[in-house]
């Protein structure tokens, strides 16, 4: 992948990590400082970024083949986020109330138990 002198088991690694475990690009970056590596956020981004593209084909024919085999269920669910940015202004954590905001999204899940995959897909609420 590039010019970088990663070898492509550290990026599968990272990959696996982000995509199957769910660990936040944060803390991957946290994660391959602790084996002594430093990469920069833009270039541990572009290797997701990466592999997204190389995937994303993958991505239709294996929801299809999931549907036709297996057990959908669906379900709207509202997503509470809390915003407490800073104004910037000298104001500490302590000194901002969190604004919350609510969402709601449609979650399917897809599950074929021949071919033991599970697929989320997620949709803005509406028709």
Known sequence: MGRSKVTESLISEVLT???EVGMTIGDIELWLKDMGVNFSHATV???IEQAVKILEPQDKPL???IITDGYMHSDE???KTCDARLSGKGETEKDVEP???YSKRWIF???SPKWNLIQFVFHERGR
């Open 17 to 19: 990590k982000y995509f």
């Open 63 to 65: 929801q299809r083949e």
């Open 109 to 111: 899940c897809h599950y």
């Open 99 to 101: 604004e919350e905001h």
């Open 77 to 79: 669910s509202t997503v």
């Open 45 to 47: 981004v572009g290797w």
